[in-house]
T-cell receptor, first 111, second 112 residues
Framework: GENVEQHPSTLSVQEGDSAVIKCTYS??????FPWYKQELGKRPQLIID?????GEKKDQRIAVTLNKTAKHFSLHITETQPEDSAVYFC??????????FGAGTILRVKS | GAVVSQHPSRVICKSGTSVKIECRSL??????MFWYRQFPKQSLMLMAT?????????EQGVEKDKFLINHASLTLSTLTVTSAHPEDSSFYIC????????FGSGTRLTVV
């Protein structure tokens, strides 16, 4: 089955700086890659996603890039703000519409 | 948008008892519901996939006799943790796929 690896496990940035989180996946058949933000005790919130027929997608301060050949995708957050502090998960959709999650990245934005 | 309602949000139970968690799709029909477990400071791990009108599919290592899943209608899926033990204490969350994934609000289970 699919295996998703996510790095780094923790990331501290200064307010206003950029943050990058990287994920790799193993199943070349996976074709949908969402990113979620999760606050303590809450459900994951979709912040951006990308399908395998697209190389890059952007939504205001958030962007995702996908390299199908290398089987990796990355989340880019620019102009970080304290409210961006949370746990971020990448995921890949495998057969049966199952989502396989990465281990998560704790993002701390210091003001 | 699609909404999945999950109850209860928190439950504390005694060791050895059973606990039922419900997930309802409010404005769409969910033929499939995914059940995840999340331990503190860890990722979401898929436990099982429930399918309306048929048996659930469990992931490797998940005891199907301990985590009973029922998906009797197109809008309701339930997870029952039987003979709960402290190591079952976790955050359980359901998800359905309807033009994208929709998550329930999660259930914090504490077994004492």
């Amino acid at each position: 089955g699919e295996n998703v690896e996510q790095h780094p496990s923790t990331l501290s940035v200064q307010e206003g700086d950029s943050a990058v989180i990287k994920c790799t996946y193993s199943d070349s058949a996976s074709n949908y890659f969402p990113w979620y933000k999760q606050e303590l005790g809450k459900r994951p919130q979709l912040i951006i996603d990308i399908r395998s027929n697209v190389g890059e997608k952007k939504d205001q301060r958030i962007a995702v890039t996908l390299n199908k050949t290398a089987k990796h995708f990355s989340l880019h957050i620019t102009e970080t703000q304290p409210e961006d502090s949370a746990v971020y998960f990448c995921a890949a959709m495998e057969y049966g519409n199952k989502l396989v999650f990465g281990a998560g990245t704790i993002l701390r934005v210091k003001s | 948008g699609a909404v999945v309602s999950q109850h209860p949000s928190r439950v504390i139970c005694k060791s050895g008892t059973s606990v039922k968690i419900e997930c309802r799709s409010l404005d769409f029909q969910a033929t499939t519901m995914f059940w995840y477990r999340q331990f503190p400071k860890q990722s979401l791990m898929l436990m099982a996939t429930s399918n309306e009108g048929s048996k659930a599919t469990y992931e490797q290592g998940v005891e199907k006799d301990k985590f009973l899943i029922n998906h009797a209608s197109l809008t309701l899926s339930t997870l029952t943790v039987t003979s709960a033990h402290p190591e079952d204490s976790s955050f359980y969350i359901c998800s359905a796929f309807y033009y994208g994934y929709t998550f329930g609000s999660g259930t914090r289970l504490t077994v004492v």
